[in-house]
Every structure is written in C-alpha cells, then in structure tokens.
C-alpha cells in the first residue's frame, strides 16, 4: 500500500543552524511533491511544490529536494529561527488534479534560542 | 490574497446532535473545495472533493449520508456532520482550489476543532 513516513520524532535544532527534514515514500509515483507548515490548531499553509522531473527548488531560506529514484524528498530551512518551530508535512499529489493528494504525519521541528 | 476562512473555529456538542462548519474563500471563487479531518499527531485525510453545484465525491470510508456537504456558490462549501458521535470529534479543515492555470497550490482554511460529548 502507498505510504509516507516523515520522521515522526521531534527535531530540536540552535538557532542560526540549518534544519534538515526527510519524506520518504513507497508504492507511489507522484507528479508533485509539496511542503506545508502547519502551526498546532491551525490549518496548514502552503510552502513548496517540486514537480517530478525538478531536482531542487528553492524559496528565500527554504529549499526542497526530490530524488525519485530514492524516493525521498528532503525539506531545508537555512539560518533558522524559533519563529521556523512548527510541524511540516509533505504531501504528495499524483497527478496535480488533488483527488488523491496523501500527506504524511509531518515532523515536528523545534528551533531553540 | 488567498484566504480561506472557516466558521465556527471550535464547536462542542451533544451526542445525537448535528454540527455545520462553513468554509469561505474571502478574495477568490473556488470551483472545488477540500474537506479533510485530522487526528491527534496523525495527517490529514481527504474526505470528500466539494463541486459548485454539483454532488460532493466522498472517499472511500466516508459515510456520506453523515458528513452533509452542500457546495452552494463559489465562495462557500458546508460540511454537516449529523447524528455526531463522540468517535467524531476531531479538527475539520477544509481547503479550496484558486483554479489559476499552472498552479496546484491549497489554500486552507484555520480549521474547526469538534468536540462530542
């Protein structure tokens, strides 16, 4: 069956350093990939799309990876701040058409003073 | 530019009762919009696809007779969660699509927390 693991542990990081998260998948061939912040008792806000044949995009501190032959996409956040704490959730999207967009149970990353 | 607004933010009711959440796109029309449902510490999960003016498309899983949804215009979807239970509760969050050519971006709405007693 189709699945997305995102680190299900906290990631605690100083401030200044940059944050790394993972999003690996099976049993799926996404068009696209996108990254969402999500703040506790809110809706998630829309970050980053890669598209399938895109290897990196980036976005002022932000910059995703897709490797689709590993099957993984990796979310950065350089030079980050507490203001950066949240929890990210990959979502991928077959087709771009939304119907079957999965998203994964996000990790949450704590940036520390 | 692109906000979805949800009312109410939080509601609590008693077994048996019905609940209706509203989701509105304030500065654009929303031909389809989103409704998913969250559990603690776990993703969202699509429940059904909303058409102006047309039926919703449920998941699989999803009763649609309990989860009402009415796409009336194009700036407002209702989700009517009826007969609630307290297995219901969870945080509702709904989502719209700009339509805008070359875009796959959601915009969602700050979510509902729904609460059975």
């Known amino acids: 069956s189709q699945k997305i693991e995102q680190n299900s542990e906290a990631l605690n990081i100083q401030e200044g350093k940059t944050a790394t998260l993972t999003c690996n998948y099976t049993?799926?061939?996404?068009?696209?990939l996108q990254w969402y912040r999500q703040d506790p008792g809110r809706g998630p806000v829309f970050l980053l799309l890669?598209?399938?044949?895109?290897k990196e995009k980036r976005k002022e501190r932000l910059k995703v990876t897709f490797d689709t032959t590993l099957k993984q996409s990796l979310f950065h956040i350089t030079a980050s701040q507490p203001a950066d704490s949240a929890t990210y959730l990959c979502?991928?999207?077959?087709?771009?058409?939304?119907?079957?967009?999965?998203f994964g149970t996000g990790t949450k990353l704590q940036v520390i003073p | 530019g692109a906000v979805v607004s949800q009312h109410p933010s939080w509601v609590i009711c008693k077994s048996g009762t019905s609940v209706k959440i509203e989701c509105r796109s304030l500065?654009?029309?929303?031909?389809?919009m989103f409704w998913y449902r969250q559990f603690p510490k776990q993703s969202l999960m699509l429940m059904a696809t909303?058409?102006?003016?047309?039926?919703?498309?449920?998941e699989q899983g999803v009763e649609k007779d309990k989860f009402l949804i009415n796409h009336a215009s194009l700036t407002l979807s209702t989700l009517t969660v009826t007969s609630a239970h307290p297995e219901d509760s969870s945080f509702y969050i709904c989502?719209?699509?700009?339509?805008?050519?070359?875009?796959?971006?959601?915009?969602f709405g700050p979510g509902t927390r729904l609460t059975v007693t």
């Open positions: 979502a991928l999207d077959p087709s771009g058409g939304y119907q079957k967009v999965t």
């Open positions: 909303s058409n102006e003016g047309s039926k919703a498309t449920y």
């Open positions: 989502s719209a699509d700009p339509g805008t050519s070359g875009t796959y971006e959601q915009y």
């Open positions: 049993n799926y061939s996404p068009a696209y």
């Open positions: 890669i598209r399938e044949n895109e």
């Open positions: 500065d654009f029309q929303a031909t389809t």
